[in-house]
């Protein structure tokens, strides 16, 4: 039986293929389907993964000022890469770790293949199998979780098989401007 990564690998490639060939109709019949069903796996994946990469940038520029740089610079510096290339590049070095040491190495090389799924998704209006997308979410959500450990951030979320689970629903008071 072929190994769970090298599976998600062939079918990344395949969805892309796929995509490729599909018709306008095609495409936009599956972003109807996300906007019908906002919870489903492909959605909760993307938000996921933003919500890591979010995370991971304001880790990031947090370690820059700390380090003496200027935040508009840092800011600069940190405000495309993704969510792999801010862990591994600028908050791990910090921590004197690696991904390896992060997280288990299963679990990273999911979240990195869950960042490529992410990718097609927002820009190729595709779907995925729910279990796919709950494999690839719950890396991502372990990420997140060691992400806000080293933040010093509570624990409000819980990873499971199905996704992530919110612990805490109270909605912060706080608005945009009190930023």
């Known amino acids: 039986m072929q190994p769970f990564k090298e599976y998600l690998k062939e079918h990344l ?26 919870n489903c796996g492909p959605n ?32 600069e510096k940190l405000r495309y890469p ?3 290339k801010l862990i591994e590049e600028h908050i791990l070095p910090n921590l004197k770790e690696t991904a390896e040491t992060f997280v288990d190495k299963e679990i990273w090389k999911n979240f990195c293949l869950a960042i490529e799924y992410r990718n097609l998704l927002v820009h190729e209006c595709a779907f995925l199998r729910k279990g796919i997308s709950n494999k690839l979410i719950k890396s991502a959500c372990i990420v997140l979780q060691k992400l806000c450990e080293i933040a010093g951030l509570p624990e409000k979320i819980k990873c499971s098989e199905n996704g992530i689970q919110v612990i805490d629903k109270k909605r912060s008071q706080r608005s945009t401007k009190d930023l």
Not at 20 to 26: G, I, M, R
């Open 13 to 38: 490639e395949q969805l892309r293929k796929s995509y490729v060939n599909a018709t306008p109709e095609q495409r936009y019949r599956v972003a109807l389907d996300r906007l019908r069903y906002p």
């Open 82 to 84: 993704n969510a792999k």
């Open 44 to 75: 909760v994946l993307i938000h996921a993964i933003s919500t890591v990469e979010g995370l991971a940038r304001a880790l990031a520029l947090d370690l820059a000022q700390k380090n003496g740089e200027n935040v508009e610079e840092a800011y």
